[in-house]
């Protein structure tokens, strides 16, 4: 039997994912840092410090994004909450920016500026420590993993799936973003952190310190996109897509299915951690509406354009929904939300698998068509998809 | 003494015996087909055995345990695999990891992360692929399957776990004549090495496997023995062969 359709789209969407990737992650953190720090201002190849801003955002977006398909697109479980998961990332990250500040806030006092407005006398015990960003770099990685362990052992334990986890993931988000409204909560209420410096003693408003943050995020980005596509090419990864597609056989397989939907929650939400740590210092601000339910849904649908289940797909649908949201909110302000809300019934409709997937089959009618044109002299290409049920024996009578 | 002995066992549903007071007993290396009517308890004793039902009394005993009250998960981890009348296999994998996933051995997350697959599983998959007739078909994706493909698959992926009794359930509902005599083939070369219980309507389909067959009626045991005696028992003829 030669190679058939499945198999060779198999192959190319095989290399493109990593090459899609890798190219982005080069452009990321070589190319554009490099360009805008290089070449003077006046040059064409000039990339200014907005745009640079820009993508070192998208990126943190792109590995939220890979994060989340590895949770929906190959175990099947939908979260509503990943926006939690990079705030509380970007909270560890910001309190660290919060105490580099040092005494020049606006009070000049050693406590943050919204301590002394709330005639706070000294440091919450919970602050402590957050003054070495070493220690600040663990917790913005070990407290949303933490929180997603507990949250996700309760919910799989007790067989929580599909449209309800969903329903109580949001719910999570939702209450942890009115606890941090709360000024008494400690982490500066609904104005978030602000106002942030320098970072490891570097001024976060020097554009070589944002060109150093971009390319540092490009190579999170290149980590995270490694460890996802290391987890779904191996047994595991079999294993959970498994159980994204017929739970209960893999439970009578043998498998504790709740340790592994744990551990694929678990790396999802500490790398969701990963990218609001990288994400702060570059945005100069977090704040409790990062965690509003929207911004998880908005998480979602950067999946589901890009092709849930393609790790590179997620990737581009983070940058191609965000891309369009920095020009359409500057360009038409108001029609944003419309936009989106066409984008996913679009999709939904229409592109099931998502952009990847499309531009694949795409590839696919061009193959056709070559054969319909008779250009295939030298090479044996992939049988036409209709071959698939005669191959299964139920041959029509020729 | 017997693998699987099943001693007086009564369930009744509201009223209605299921089961009546029946005992069944099965050698190691036996292929038993287990026949009736509609309604004569054939899946309700399925459910007995593998703890889907419990019985309101009577013993089930298996591998000189007492398993009548057990967990379904732990009488699965004592060795009965239960294969289901509707096919269900994982239709984005293929047939090869579609059996690799049910292999026996550590279904750990840690070694499913970073351990290959042994030597052994792999000549596993293989002797499997074999017994199915399914070994030109190992890259194709289980959902793109026909049918009886399906069924052989599942029959090959509960083979991978290394029951020592197992359970099936009308495996020929649905088929094709070729896929019914296929079907006989891989249940009649299991037979003396591994156990199996099928559960079927399909006279011509027991007859081609040529096993001990017992019949079931009305929640008892009406005849048992070889498939050309119990043929001509008239009792049989009169409750459901002679139909």
């Known amino acids: 039997m030669s190679t058939t359709t499945a198999q060779w789209t198999g192959i190319v969407r095989k290399r493109w994912d990593a090459l899609v990737v890798v190219s982005i992650c080069l452009i990321a953190g070589i190319a554009v840092p490099l360009l805008n720090v290089l070449t003077p201002e006046r ?12 993508l070192g ?16 697109g190959y175990a099947g479980i939908l979260s509503l909450c990943h926006a939690l998961f990079f705030a509380l990332g970007g909270y ?11 005494t020049e806030g606006m009070y000049r006092s050693s406590l943050p500026d919204f301590m002394v407005f709330l005639d706070w006398k000294a440091l919450p015990w919970y602050w402590e420590g957050f003054d070495h960003f070493g220690f600040a770099a663990m917790m913005a990685l070990a407290v949303p993993g933490i929180v997603a362990f507990v949250f996700g052992f309760f919910a799989f334990r007790s067989r929580i799936s599909g449209v309800y986890f969903s329903i109580v993931t949001q719910a999570l988000t939702y209450a942890a973003m009115l606890l941090f409204f709360r000024n008494a909560t400690g982490f500066g209420g609904n104005n978030g952190l602000t106002d942030f410096k320098r970072i490891l003693g570097y001024p976060l408003r020097e554009p070589s310190t944002r060109a150093a943050l971009c390319a540092i995020t490009a190579g999170g980005l290149a980590l995270t996109y490694a460890i996802c596509r290391g987890v779904t090419t191996s047994r595991a990864g079999r294993v959970l897509t498994a159980i994204r597609d017929v739970e209960a056989k893999v439970r009578f397989s043998g498998y504790s299915t709740v340790r592994y939907k744990l551990f694929a929650w678990t790396v999802s939400a500490v790398l969701c951690g990963l990218a609001g740590a990288l994400y702060v210092p570059q945005v100069g601000i977090i704040n409790p509406s990062e965690m509003q339910p929207s911004s998880s849904v908005e998480v979602a649908i950067w999946v589901a354009v890009g092709g849930r289940g393609t790790l590179a797909g997620s990737v581009l649908g983070a940058l191609l929904v965000n891309g369009a949201k920095s020009w359409l909110t500057a360009a038409f302000p108001t029609a944003w939300l419309y936009f989106l809300g066409a984008l996913f019934v679009v999709v939904t409709l229409f592109l099931p698998g998502g952009l990847l997937q499309a531009l694949g089959s795409l590839s696919h009618v061009r193959g056709l068509l070559a054969v319909g044109a008779g250009r295939l002299t030298h090479k044996k290409r992939a049988p036409a998809p209709t071959s698939v049920a005669v191959e299964e024996g139920q041959k029509p009578d020729a | 003494m017997a693998l699987l002995e099943v001693d007086k066992i009564t369930v009744s549903f509201d009223g209605f015996r299921a089961l009546d007071s029946l005992s069944l007993s099965l050698e190691a290396g036996e292929l038993r087909c287990i026949v009736g009517p509609n309604g004569a308890g ?12 419990r019985p309101d009394s009577g013993v089930v005993r298996f591998a000189d345990r007492n398993i009548t009250n057990m967990p379904e998960h732990v009488i699965v981890g004592l060795g009965i695999g239960r294969k289901f009348q509707r096919p269900t296999v994982f239709p984005n994998h293929t047939v090869f990891e579609n059996l690799e996933l049910t292999a026996h ?31 030109d078909q190992r890259f194709r994706r289980a959902g793109l399957l026909s049918h009886g493909q399906k069924q052989w698959l599942e029959i090959g992926m509960l083979l991978m776990q290394q029951p020592k009794l197992l359970l099936v359930d009308e495996p020929v509902a649905g088929m094709t004549q070729n896929e019914i005599e296929r079907t006989a083939e891989i249940l009649a070369t299991l037979a003396g090495r591994q156990t199996v219980v099928v559960v079927e309507h399909d006279m011509d389909f027991v007859r081609s496997i040529a096993s001990t067959v017992t019949v079931l009626h009305e929640g008892r045991v009406l005849a048992e023995g070889p498939m050309r005696e119990v043929q001509n028992d008239p009792r049989v003829i009169e409750v459901y062969l002679g139909a």
Do not use: N, P, Q
């Open chain 1, 43 to 54: 040059s064409v190849f000039h990339v200014s410090d907005f745009l640079l801003t820009v």
């Open chain 2, 105 to 135: 051995g550590d279904k750990g997350v840690f070694r499913a992360l970073f351990g290959g697959i042994s030597s052994e599983t792999r000549m596993a998959i293989e002797r499997t692929l074999e017994l199915t007739g399914l070994l």
């Open chain 2, 42 to 53: 054939k899946t309700t004793l399925m459910d007995v055995i593998t703890g889907k039902t």
């Open chain 1, 57 to 72: 955002k998208l990126t943190c977006y792109a590995i939220v994004a890979v994060a989340m398909d590895l949770v929906w």
């Open chain 1, 92 to 102: 560890a990250m910001g309190m660290y920016l919060m105490r580099t500040i040092g």
